[in-house]
Structures are given as structure tokens and as C-alpha cells.
């Protein structure tokens, strides 16, 4: 029944949808209505308003819709959506001050005598379009009024003209900041963490272990990434469109015919170009390359990119007039003297140290006064030329109140999805296909596409993409990242929207096209840029690291990537590391046994014994790499022929798992019937555990007979593997460790000759038997020796002598017998510790450079920007993980 009931569910959002009735009412309209359906008939049928619920009950899911309406607006780090309003003011703001016909009229002087130079324009300015608006509709419907006559005036053929117009426009949906992005973003980091529990609690299943190694953890996005993982892919789009058009335009000459400039390529012509197309780049720079650096979030990227609009609103709101560059001018110079003091004061108030630094604060504070002031002024001027501003902030509100509205609905709809097991049933439809995962993306990426036609991206981002991506996220056997599945739904949206017959951007140029430019015309226009853009969501599905390189390397390379001991590092920085093992060995070695000549013959026994402890191990690594590698040949090998039948089995016992799950139900559902019922409710249960357990008994037989064999091997080769690996990676840590601790001992003594003064000052209020100042003055020294290392005996002594003085009767003649110990030992540290710091320590520095990109790398505090260039590399190619599960 709970299938039923989902059926229901579907049909009352189709109905609802297909009678125009609003998409923001549509959507938790019939999840309400399906829920108290499902309850209503549980109770009059079954007598319970659960029973029809896949688990919980009505209230538990109407509770779970409200919860996720309060997550969108109210989860303290759900703060992804904000950037919302921002972009799409910053987008509304650039359409309306008629930035993109200047920019359409100079790139077409600019580019317009090539061949197909006119249609290259379009598509650049598109491009830039996108990168500053993100909103398709608004970009189709701009190019539409500005391009498309050109195009056709100068003879262009219309239906590539058409086709030009809406491809351009559909970048907005992929090339960042849009707002697609955004959305995907917030609903994937939502289906990352189902994913990963879902992950979790398989390979607890299989593996009968308590927890998950956190490599093996689905790999979450967020805005930033998106925005980050997209731009590659929108430029390849680019790219492709720009090459159509220009080997189309040189096998038909006559379709996209070159536009002569009839005026001159001189200083006055580049400085317009200068003028025309610097603002929008500086802007699409400030907006992408403040995320890029990690000088900001998405949100404050955000911020940037609308007050930017606004001052590029401004003055070209007031062409022509006197003063028109003045507040963009007054705003580039201020902000450049900010960056400037920024970089050579520190501008904390609270750290004001000089007359110099007071001077540098002041100056900063009245170039943030001019800065406001540039901004204010832009803004006025938006207000009152034309309105405006008024219309802008309008537009803004109704296009955010429309998307909060929808998100809000969809919560409410998902958790009814999931209420009646949807997400199971999608679930098992997927792994049942055959193919393993590939098969499921292309089903999933053939449905998204087919729902391109109907839905908007919103519809389809927050109802498709929170009930299949968990599905997908959580499959070991690609390990595909958010940013690489979010991007490729994008690429997939932006493709239907161009897709006849009921494409948007087609209906949005219809709306704006010239009476000779007919529906057939602009469906003929699309179909190639169809195609190109099914070849660059190949592209970008077959080279992930297209997607993936950029968040990975402005992640690792930013001031909070993480330490090289990560462990979703380990798998690339091992092959980095045995590769510089390989190509070094001699070199190591030798650097090892230079290391081991070192003159330390006056250094204390304890201390000779760690650097004879480090040596050890570091020579050993090469036998402990060798095994590693053997193992990993050893796996790799089994594993080949191994893989087919380890799919196969987990898929039985994923089935069989189901089945238990269901015995166990309905075995509790026969504790909990009345004693004293008579009804035949009892022996309709045990009937359906006894089906249960004879088609469990009849998947077993499928299970090959050589399985548990060959599962074993698997086991051991695989626990080989991980032992050696551990053995490895143990014993360099310990290694680097002992070398650190050796610098560490070494510098210390700077810090230990400073006690001297301490240390004879207790002395002599031993030697005068003054109790409580030698109480305080031991605390004080134990204070201050407990922050320097290999000093043990000179701590373990103060304590003693802290004891001794507590006892009743004090023997001060042992103390001071101890004291004098005490002092012994403290020299020699200090006078050792001061031969080794000048004439070992550099020596020591120098090996460890040799050593740290091998035997050091995993205790390194961060990467560096080589290694982290390579690990990027290696962690944008999704690496199969399901033989762990």
C-alpha cells in the first residue's frame, strides 16, 4: 500500500503542476494531501494511521517536513543560500543598465570581420553575461533584442542565429556564480551526509567493523567548490560554440558572412574596447577570484559582485553627463590604498604600536569614508535615473521569494517521497539495473534531461536531485565527488533548456524574435549546439579532473588546508612518495649515511640513542616500501580476477540483508499482537516469515560454492596489504618524529641558558635553608623547565627535592647534595646543547630537507604548492573503493 500512496503522491503533484497551479503550493500541497490520505485509510482499513507508512507515522512526517522547512532559513551553517539574493541583484542590475549592448556593439567591431566574427561576439559576450548575471532568462531575452537583429541585418543565417543566441544564453546555468550552482550546492552537502551514512552503515554491514576509515568518506561541495568545479566546463562550452561558429562560418560563408569595421583600428578604438570590457572582467575577477584566492566566501562574493554592479551601473547610467566616472574612479582609488596599507600595516586598532601605525589607520579610515561614499553615490544615482534601483530590488525580491518558496515546498514533498519508501524503491530500481553504477548515472542523467522539458531548474534540483544523488554519492564502486555530479546535472539542465520542443530558452527567444524568425527556424538553430553540448558533457564526464582539480587545489593550497596526515591524502601521497622513493633511493641513502658521520661523540648517551634510533628506521623504510609494494602488486593481482565475483556476491547479500530486515519487522509485529486476539492476523504473519525465509534459502543458492574460499584470500591479500602499509607509514612517522625531537632538544637551549640565573638562585636559598622561597622558586623553575625538551633527569630531581622539603624531618644536607647533581647535569645540557646548535643544528636542517618530501612528508603541517599541484591531480580521478565494502 505504502506504493500506492506514492503513486497518489506523484499523480497530485503532476495534476497540480499540469493545471498551472503555483509550483511553491503545488509541491507541499500534495505531500499534505497524500500523508493525511495514507493516515485516514491506515485507520479506517488497518485500525493503526502508521500502517501504510514505510516507518513513523503521519505525525513523525509532517514533524520531518516542518524540520526541514526551519533548515533552510534557520541551520547556523546553512548559510550557502544567502548568496542567493546577492547574485541575483548583481544579475538584474547589470541587465538593466544596458552594460551588454556596449559590450555586444564593441566585441562585434572588435571580432566582426572574421569570418563568423558577429556570432563569436555573441557568444563572448554571452560568456561574460553568464559570469556576471547566472539568470538564463534574462541573458536569452538581452541577447534576443540586442544580437539577434544585428545578426540578421547583416545577413546572417537565421537559424544559426537563433541557435547562437539561445546557447549563449544557457551559459548562464553553468558558468559561475549562477544560481543553479548555488541550489545544487545547498542540496548536495543535504545528500552527502545521507550518503555517507548510508556508506557507513554498509560497510558496517559487510565488514562487521565499528567504524568507517575516514579515506573512505563521501567527498562533500559546497558553493564555492561548485563555482570553482564549473568554470573549466563552462569554458570548454565555450570553447565549442566559438569553433562551431567559426568552421561553419568557412564552409558557408554565406550563413555568418564577415562584418567589415568601417571605422579605424587606432589608440582611440582600443582604449573604448579597454573601457567597455575591463569593468565586467574586474567584476567577474572580484566576484570568482576573491573565492578562487580565499580572500572570501560565496557570500561575501556575493556582497562584492552587487555593489561592483552597482558602481558599473552607475556610470553608464549617466553616459554622457559630467562627473560619470567620478564614483567609480573615487572607489578603484580608495580600495587600492586600503590594499596597499593593508599589506604593509596592521590596521587592528587594538594593536596600534607607533605614530606610523596610528597615521596608517587614520589614512585607511578616511579612504573607507571615500570608499563608502563612491558606493552611496552609485546607489543615488541607480535610484534616481530611470528608477532603477527600485525596480531592480523588486525584481530581486520576487525571483528570491520565488526559489525560497519552491525550496521550502520541496522539503516538505522529499520527506513525504520518503515517508512511502520512495527512496528505497528508486534505490533498488538503480542497483538492480545491470551495469553497476554507469548504467544508473546515465538512467538518472537520461531522466533529468527528459525533465528539463517540463520543470524549471529549481523544481528539478530541489524534488530530483535530494532523492537520487544520495543513491549515487554513496556507490564505492565510482566514488564520484558532489562537485563533479552537481556540475554534471548543470551541464545536463543547461542542455534540455535548449532541447525542443519545449526548451526555455526557445520559448524565452520566441518571445523576442523578429516575426521572420519562425519556431522551426529556432528549433533547426538549437539542434547543433544540442549536440555540442552532449560533446561537452562527455568531455566533462570522461575527464573529471576537469571538475575536480580546481576545489581540490585551492582547498589544499588556502591557509585551512589540512595537515599531509590527512587521511584522505594517504592513497594520492603514497604514490607520490614511493614514485620519489623510486627515482631517489641512492640519493637518500646517501644523504642518511652523511647524516649518520655527524660528530655527535658529545652528546649525552640518551640523546646518541634516539639519533641512533632515527637511523635505524630511516634505512629501514626502503625494506618496509618494498614490502608495501609487493603486497599492493600481491592485491592487485588477486583482486583483477576477484572483482567480478565480489560484485556479485555483495549484490545476493545485499538482498538478503533486506530480507532479514523484513523478518525481523514482522517478528516484532507477532510480539506485539494481543494474546487473546483470535483474528487470523497471527497466522497471516508467520505465513509471510515463512515466504520470507524460503526465498532467502533459495537467493542463498546463488551465492557460487567457491565464494567463501576466494573471499578469504581476498581477505588475507587485503590484510596484508593494510599491515604493511601501516608498518610503513608507522615507522616513518616514528622516524621523522625522533628527528624533530633531536632540532627540537637543540634549540632548547637558548631557552635552558636563560635558567641559569634561576637555577643558582635556588641554590643559594638551599644553602640558607630558606623554606618557603625554596618552595616557590622550585614550582616557578618546574614551570618553566616543563616547556623545554630532554630534560627529564633535571625535572624528576626538582621533584624530589619538592617532596624532600614536605617531609617532617628535612634533610638539607641530601638536597643540597642533590642540587649540586642538579647544577652538574644542568651545565653540561647547556654547554652540549650550545657545541650542537652551532655546529649540528644547520647540518640537521639540511638533512631534513633531503628527507622531509619522503620519510617526513606525513608529519608535514601542510603540503607544499608542488605537492599539492600533484595531489589535486591524483584526488580529481574517482578511484574505485567497492572491494572495501
Keep these: 500500500m505504502e506504493t500506492f500512496f506514492l503513486l497518489i503522491l506523484v499523480l497530485t503533484m503532476i495534476t497540480a503542476l499540469a493545471s498551472g497551479f503555483p509550483v511553491a503550493f503545488a509541491l507541499p500541497g500534495s505531500a499534505i494531501v497524500s500523508i493525511l490520505l495514507a493516515a485516514l485509510f491506515g485507520y479506517l482499513i488497518e485500525g493503526n494511521a502508521s500502517a501504510y507508512f514505510a516507518q513513523d507515522g503521519p505525525i513523525e512526517w509532517l514533524t520531518a517536513g516542518i524540520t526541514n522547512f526551519r533548515a533552510v532559513y534557520w541551520e547556523v551553517e546553512g548559510d550557502t543560500l544567502i548568496a542567493i539574493p546577492l547574485f541575483i541583484f548583481m544579475g538584474i542590475m547589470l541587465q538593466r543598465s544596458k552594460i551588454a549592448e556596449d559590450l555586444l556593439v564593441t566585441m562585434g567591431q572588435l571580432f566582426g570581420p572574421i569570418p563568423g566574427g558577429l556570432g563569436i561576439s555573441v557568444i563572448f559576450v554571452g560568456a561574460l553575461l553568464a559570469a556576471t548575471t547566472g539568470i538564463v532568462g534574462a541573458t536569452v531575452i538581452a541577447m534576443g533584442l540586442i544580437s539577434l537583429p544585428a545578426m540578421l541585418n547583416n545577413k546572417y543565417d537565421k537559424s544559426l542565429a537563433s541557435g547562437i543566441v539561445c546557447s549563449s544564453g544557457t551559459l548562464g546555468q553553468i558558468i559561475p556564480p549562477s544560481i543553479v550552482l548555488i541550489?545544487?550546492?545547498?542540496?548536495?552537502?543535504?545528500?552527502?551526509?545521507?550518503?555517507?551514512?548510508?556508506?557507513?552503515?554498509?560497510?558496517?554491514?559487510?565488514?562487521?567493523?565499528?567504524?568507517?576509515?575516514?579515506?573512505?568518506?563521501?567527498?562533500?561541495?559546497?558553493?564555492?567548490?561548485?563555482?570553482?568545479?564549473?568554470?573549466?566546463?563552462?569554458?570548454?562550452?565555450?570553447?565549442?560554440?566559438?569553433?562551431?561558429?567559426?568552421?561553419?562560418?568557412?564552409?558557408?560563408?554565406?550563413?555568418?558572412?564577415?562584418?567589415?569595421?568601417?571605422?579605424?583600428?587606432?589608440?582611440?578604438?582600443?582604449?573604448?574596447?579597454?573601457?567597455?570590457?575591463?569593468?565586467?572582467?574586474?567584476?567577474?575577477?572580484?566576484?570568482?577570484?576573491?573565492?578562487?584566492?580565499?580572500?572570501?566566501?560565496?557570500?561575501?562574493?556575493?556582497?562584492?559582485?552587487?555593489?561592483?554592479?552597482?558602481?558599473?551601473?552607475?556610470?553608464?547610467?549617466?553616459?554622457?553627463?559630467?562627473?560619470?566616472?567620478?564614483?567609480?574612479?573615487?572607489?578603484?582609488?580608495?580600495?587600492?590604498?586600503?590594499?596597499?596599507?593593508?599589506?604593509?600595516?596592521?590596521?587592528?586598532?587594538?594593536?596600534i604600536e607607533n605614530k606610523q601605525s596610528l597615521i596608517a589607520i587614520l589614512v585607511t579610515i578616511f579612504f573607507v569614508f571615500c570608499f563608502l561614499f563612491a558606493i552611496g553615490w552609485s546607489f543615488w544615482r541607480t535610484f534616481k535615473i530611470d528608477n532603477v534601483l527600485k525596480k531592480v530590488v523588486t525584481d530581486t525580491c520576487v525571483t528570491t521569494s520565488m526559489v525560497f518558496i519552491i525550496l521550502l515546498g520541496a522539503a516538505m514533498l522529499t520527506a513525504a517521497f520518503r515517508a512511502f519508501g520512495g527512496e528505497e524503491l528508486v534505490r533498488d530500481f538503480l542497483q538492480e539495473l545491470p551495469g553497476g553504477f554507469w548504467t544508473q548515472f546515465i538512467v538518472v542523467m537520461a531522466v533529468i534531461f527528459l525533465l528539463g522539458f517540463f520543470l524549471d531548474f529549481i523544481e528539478i534540483a530541489v524534488v530530483v536531485v535530494p532523492i537520487i544523488a544520495p543513491i549515487l554519492l554513496a556507490d564505492p564502486s565510482a566514488n564520484i565527488t558532489a562537485v563533479w555530479l552537481g556540475v554534471m546535472i548543470g551541464v545536463n539542465m543547461q542542455t534540455s533548456f535548449l532541447t525542443p520542443p519545449f526548451g526555455f530558452s526557445l520559448f524565452y527567444l520566441k518571445g523576442v524574435a523578429p516575426k521572420s524568425v519562425t519556431t522551426i527556424d529556432i528549433w533547426k538553430g538549437a539542434t547543433p549546439f544540442i549536440i555540442l553540448q552532449l560533446i561537452g558533457l562527455g568531455i566533462v564526464g570522461f575527464y573529471p579532473t576537469l571538475v575536480n582539480y580546481l576545489p581540490n587545489r585551492t582547498y589544499l593550497t588556502s591557509d585551512v588546508a589540512p595537515p599531509a596526515k590527512n587521511p584522505r591524502l594517504q592513497y594520492c601521497l603514497q604514490e607520490y612518495k614511493f614514485l620519489n622513493y623510486k627515482n631517489n633511493e641512492t640519493e637518500l641513502r646517501n644523504h642518511i649515511s652523511n647524516a649518520q658521520l655527524l660528530n655527535i661523540d658529545y652528546i649525552p648517551e640518551d640523546k646518541t640513542e634516539i639519533f641512533r634510533s632515527h637511523f635505524a628506521k630511516a634505512l629501514l623504510t626502503f625494506d618496509l616500501v618494498n614490502n608495501v609494494r609487493k603486497s599492493e602488486t600481491e592485491y592487485n593481482l588477486f583482486a583483477k580476477d576477484y572483482k567480478s565475483l565480489h560484485f556479485k556476491v555483495r549484490k545476493i547479500q545485499k538482498k538478503l540483508l533486506k530480507i532479514d530486515s523484513k523478518i525481523k519487522k514482522l517478528e516484532s509485529d507477532l510480539r506485539n499482537l494481543d494474546k487473546d486476539d483470535l483474528s487470523n492476523e497471527k497466522d497471516k504473519i508467520e505465513k509471510e516469515i515463512n515466504d520470507l525465509k524460503y526465498e532467502k534459502t533459495k537467493i542463498e543458492e546463488n551465492i557460487p560454492q567457491n565464494w567463501n574460499e576466494q573471499n578469504m584470500k581476498y581477505k588475507n591479500f587485503a590484510k596484508n596489504k593494510n599491515i604493511s602499509t601501516k608498518k610503513y607509514r608507522r615507522n616513518v612517522d616514528e622516524s621523522y618524529e625522533e628527528l624533530n625531537i633531536i632540532k627540537t632538544i637543540i634549540k632548547d637551549g637558548s631557552k635552558l641558558n636563560v635558567l641559569l640565573k634561576d637555577i643558582n638562585s635556588l641554590n643559594d636559598e638551599i644553602k640558607k635553608e630558606n623554606l618557603s622561597e625554596i618552595e616557590n622558586k622550585v614550582d616557578d623553575l618546574l614551570e618553566k623547565l616543563n616547556e623545554i625538551s630532554g630534560i627529564d633527569e633535571i625535572i624528576f630531581n626538582l621533584d624530589e627535592i619538592s617532596s624532600m622539603i614536605q617531609e617532617d624531618e628535612i634533610d638539607f644536607e641530601k638536597i643540597t647534595n642533590l642540587m649540586k647533581e642538579n647544577i652538574t647535569i644542568f651545565n653540561k645540557e647547556v654547554d652540549w646543547r650550545k657545541k650542537a646548535f652551532g655546529s649540528l643544528l644547520a647540518k640537521l636542517d639540511q638533512y631534513d630537507d633531503a628527507i622531509k618530501d619522503t620519510i617526513g612528508l606525513r608529519l608535514q603541517e601542510r603540503l607544499t604548492k608542488k605537492q599539492a599541484k600533484i595531489v589535486s591531480s591524483c584526488k580529481a580521478i574517482h578511484r574505485d573503493i567497492s572491494l572495501n565494502f
Design 183 to 351: 541550489i545544487l550546492a545547498d542540496q548536495l552537502g543535504s545528500a552527502t551526509d545521507v550518503a555517507n551514512t548510508m556508506r557507513i552503515a554498509e560497510y558496517k554491514k559487510i565488514s562487521d567493523e565499528f567504524g568507517m576509515p575516514g579515506e573512505f568518506a563521501v567527498t562533500s561541495t559546497s558553493a564555492g567548490d561548485m563555482f570553482l568545479g564549473a568554470l573549466l566546463p563552462g569554458l570548454v562550452l565555450v570553447g565549442l560554440y566559438m569553433l562551431y561558429i567559426f568552421i561553419y562560418a568557412r564552409f558557408k560563408p554565406n550563413a555568418a558572412p564577415p562584418i567589415p569595421y568601417e571605422g579605424k583600428f587606432d589608440a582611440a578604438f582600443w582604449l573604448k574596447v579597454l573601457l567597455i570590457i575591463i569593468p565586467p572582467l574586474a567584476l567577474i575577477f572580484a566576484v570568482l577570484g576573491s573565492i578562487l584566492l580565499g580572500v572570501a566566501t560565496v557570500n561575501q562574493a556575493g556582497s562584492i559582485g552587487a555593489i561592483g554592479a552597482t558602481i558599473m551601473a552607475g556610470y553608464r547610467l549617466s553616459k554622457g553627463k559630467k562627473n560619470a566616472y567620478t564614483p567609480m574612479i573615487v572607489a578603484f582609488i580608495s580600495l587600492i590604498i586600503i590594499l596597499i596599507l593593508s599589506s604593509f600595516f596592521n590596521l587592528n586598532i587594538k594593536s
